[in-house]
């Protein structure tokens, strides 16, 4: 049953007289459709909503503060939590201020004049199937850990554990 919902049934029950290579004109014509297809030479950018990347041409661009980036703003819980936080603590989140108004973004993939790239999903009031860091916002790693790489043991230790983890790697004044 696999064979004919996939299209390989010829391959399978006729006689090899009726199969037939295909030319080198034929071969470059898939292959073009392919990378057409899947875009392996698009330009690609992250959203600023969600962190997923995608092709550029597919995301557009909003500076902080228009309409469209209604449903990107923290509400006003998380609004008192933010005010009460260091400024290590601010660092921990994906999240960007503009006045009064706090927007669940990665500041990493906000420009300097304040715009992003944002994802249709990103837009909507709650998207299917489509994480925001609005709705969950895993945090950004502490500069300290990003700055000091793990040691090869390290490394060794850690290579058979989950991928979707992050490790932190604690460490005193005197690097132990």
């Not at 793990?150 to 992050?166: D, E, G, P, V």
Request: hydrophobic share 40%; proline share 5%; charged share 20%.
């Amino acid at each position: 049953m696999y064979h004919a919902q996939s299209g390989l049934l010829a391959e399978y029950e006729a006689p090899i007289s009726q199969l037939v290579l295909p030319t080198a004109a034929a071969i470059e014509d898939a292959i073009n459709t392919f990378i057409e297809i899947r875009g392996l030479e698009s330009a690609r950018t992250g959203c600023a909503g969600c962190g997923t990347v995608f092709r550029t041409a597919n995301l557009t661009v909003y500076p902080l503060g228009h309409p469209r980036l209604r449903y990107l703003k923290h509400g006003i819980d998380f609004i008192a939590k933010w005010n009460s936080m260091s400024p290590v603590g601010r660092e921990a989140h994906h999240a960007v201020t503009l006045g009064d108004v706090v927007y669940a973004v990665a500041p990493a993939l906000i420009n300097g004049d304040l715009t992003g790239h944002f994802c249709d999903k990103c837009l909507m009031e709650s998207p299917r199937a489509h994480s925001r860091f609005l709705d969950f916002d895993y945090g950004i790693p502490w500069q300290g850990v990003r700055d000091k790489p793990f040691s090869k043991l390290n490394r060794l230790a850690l290579m058979r554990t989950i991928t979707y983890m992050i490790h932190v790697k604690l460490f005193g004044s005197n690097n132990r």
